[in-house]
């Protein structure tokens, strides 16, 4: 089980931040290889026709899900992704993940066969398995690629709980009923959240003592952040006011 506490802070306090949080973490070692200390994360989610994941969450339901596709930085022949999904049940998070190359995603979209293409790893261990619970979602729920979701990832861990993690989401970005190909894009995106990142403090037991000042100083204030509503909303993809119709204008990938 893990637990995500969420706040949207403006940009004008991101230096103060970093400085408070530098005596107490590392940086990330997959932030630390780019160069710049950070990294982007390319995801593309998937929702049902009648966007049920998305109104899971502004509903407030507590066990809940998202369901999506996930890459890094820019586009390379070996590249490898994720079949994600994040489940919630009340606080706790459990995530379920796939690694396979990027190539293979697309071979495995367009043939529906996963076979040979999950890729064996110890992070990973049960890859196949989480990759057959992927596409159960998928299949069952005639689920499609509803929005891109790209941002800029500056990411530490802490030197007292290798469990914490702390990351600064930068430069919201997204496009509506994007196709697979286009998870690398950076053509007609949606920028969301003007002058704000997200800042997310990740923990499996306890959230960390040393952070509590640093949040009370800033007047931080734990709240919901969705990148996926945030994004979905900025585009406007969705009509709130009248579910049964919100399927009708998706153009879907591959109908």
């Not at 914490?164 to 286009?182: H, Q």
């Not at 952040?225 to 909303?233: E, F, G, P, T």
Request: glycine fraction near 2%.
């Amino acid at each position: 089980m893990r637990y995500e506490y969420k706040y949207i802070v403006n940009e004008s306090k991101l230096e103060t931040l970093r400085q408070m949080i530098l005596p107490f973490v590392d940086v990330d070692e997959f932030a630390e290889t780019s160069g710049s200390n950070q990294y982007t994360v390319r995801s593309i989610y998937f929702d049902s026709p009648r966007f049920d994941f998305y109104f899971e969450k502004i509903d407030g339901i507590k066990n809940r899900k998202k369901v999506r596709l996930r890459g890094y930085d820019v586009e390379a022949p070996d590249n490898t992704v994720f079949l994600e999904i994040k489940r919630k049940y009340e606080i706790p998070i459990v995530k379920f993940r796939a690694p396979l190359k990027f190539v293979d995603a697309l071979d495995m979209f367009e043939n529906t066969h996963i076979n040979g293409h999950i890729l064996k790893h110890e992070k990973f261990p049960k890859g196949y398995e989480d990759s057959q619970r992927f596409f159960f979602q998928v299949f069952s729920k005639n689920l499609r690629p509803v929005v891109l979701v790209t941002y800029d990832r500056e990411a530490y861990l802490s030197k007292f709980d290798s469990t914490v993690r702390i990351t600064f989401d930068k430069n919201l970005r997204s496009k509506e009923y994007p196709s697979l190909e286009e998870i690398y894009t950076e053509k007609n995106l949606r920028r969301s959240l003007n002058k704000h990142f997200i800042l997310e403090i990740k923990f499996n037991k306890h959230f960390p003592h040393w952070m509590a000042p640093v949040v009370s100083r800033l007047g931080l204030h734990k709240q919901s952040a969705s990148k996926y509503v945030i994004c979905l909303d900025e585009n406007r993809t969705v009509n709130k006011f009248s579910r049964s119709s919100v399927y009708t204008n998706a153009k879907w990938y591959n109908s």
